[in-house]
């Protein structure tokens, strides 16, 4: 199964690791620090246009996704189920 994470992309719910809400990049260090190592390895990409609204992690990439973190778990949701 694929989730859409917004404009173009598309990754298989098995990739999935985590789906942050944006603000946390501002909030916890450890999260700064985790995507600015993604950042240096190239790992990042930024999905569309839009202000970024949550951060997807999967288990080769970064994603910064114009779609909420909340609208992603559902989708991410609704694919555990199988």
């Known amino acids: 199964m694929y989730i859409h994470l ?3 992309k598309i990754i298989r719910a098995s990739e999935l690791v985590a789906i942050f809400d944006i603000s946390i990049e501002q909030s ?5 620090q985790f ?3 993604a950042k240096k390895r190239k790992d990042v990409e930024t999905i569309g246009e839009e202000e970024p609204k949550s951060i997807v992690v999967t288990q080769n990439r970064v994603y910064y996704s114009p779609i909420s973190s909340s609208t992603l778990k ?3 949701h609704h ?3 199988y």
Do not use: I, Q
């Not at 916890?28 to 700064?32: G, V, Y």
């Open 6 to 8: 917004g404009g173009e």
């Open 28 to 32: 916890s260090k450890l999260s700064k």
């Open 35 to 37: 995507v600015a190592d």
């Open 74 to 76: 559902k989708r991410g």
């Open 79 to 81: 694919f555990a189920a």
